[in-house]
């Protein structure tokens, strides 16, 4: 009769537990490797990206606006939804399709730089110092010959950094984009997008918002912790989502998820470097480790 197969490491998803008999230096890279984590909010919002993507073309498309604090994964959910929505070459040469085009907003609220990040982004020859006439007949040429479906705008809050004049322009520019394309725009920003929207009350009207909040204690927090925990390659089970940890862990990083995940690579780095192999309130005490408001006051 065979022998049982042990689980050694119960704690750990398939990839980790390939890792985790690894060298530590292997161990180390890997941990400090970008990885997707699935949370439900997420999924909730590539779902709606989704629906949107396939939405039937109409004069009056419906936007998003992902607004969250700094941080927070809004960058992620993008990438990955871009990532899951590929460029492709159509077949016999006949030119690419681009499903999601996404792009940086310009730092300030320029029509013409906003035109430049779109042909940077399908690397379109232009000259910058073309007309922003031109440069909006090339983009809404090649967005059409491209097949484009959906514009994701980061760093949407930007279109604050002008005076009012400025930003008004910018809203109708973008609105006149989004009816000529007939496409849906995705914006990402933090709270100040949501301001800056509602200066134009017909595009506010169609931005629809939708928050990635703060982590706080609830059953998905705690399931997003084992998640990361399940990743982790560590020899020892750390009981991420038990309540003592989970609470040490959401007060050291308030709630966002981008500082979650530094802080669980540091910890997870430490357990291995230290041998613990586990992460535990003791080794999370003695990181050096300042919570996001600290950091920021020390810096001022
Ligand atoms: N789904 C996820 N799985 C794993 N790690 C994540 C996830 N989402 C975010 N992170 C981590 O959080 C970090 C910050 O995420 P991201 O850059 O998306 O934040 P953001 O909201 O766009 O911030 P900013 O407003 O400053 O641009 C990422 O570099 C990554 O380490
Ligand atoms: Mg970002």
Known sequence: MSEPIIDLYPHL????????????DTRIDW?????????????????????LLIYPKRHRMPNLLIVGDSNSGKTMIADRFSSMHKAYEKDNNEGVVIPVLSIQAPPVPSESRLY??????????YRPSDSAEKKHHQVVHLVRACNVQMLIIDEIH????????KQRVFLSVLR?????????IVGLGTKDA??????DPQLDNRFKPIL????????????LLASFESVLPLKNPSNLSDKAIALKLLSMTEGLLGELSELLSDAAIEAIVTGKECIDLELLSKLDWLAPTARRSQRL
Request: hydrophobic share 35%; no cysteine; aromatic share 8%.
């Open 13 to 24: 998803g398939s990839l980790a537990k390939d890792y985790v008999t690894l060298d530590n």
């Open 31 to 51: 941990i400090r490797s970008p990885r997707w984590i699935g949370y439900p909010k997420a999924k909730d919002i590539l779902n709606k990206l989704d629906d």
């Open 116 to 125: 430049s990040n779109i042909l940077d982004k399908i690397f379109a020859p």
């Open 158 to 165: 930007s279109i604050l950094a002008g005076n009012l004049e």
């Open 176 to 184: 006149n984009l989004g009816n000529e394309l007939k496409i849906p």
């Open 194 to 199: 949501l301001r800056a929207l509602k200066t």
């Open 212 to 223: 990635l909040a703060k982590w706080e204690y609830t059953t998905d927090y705690r399931r």
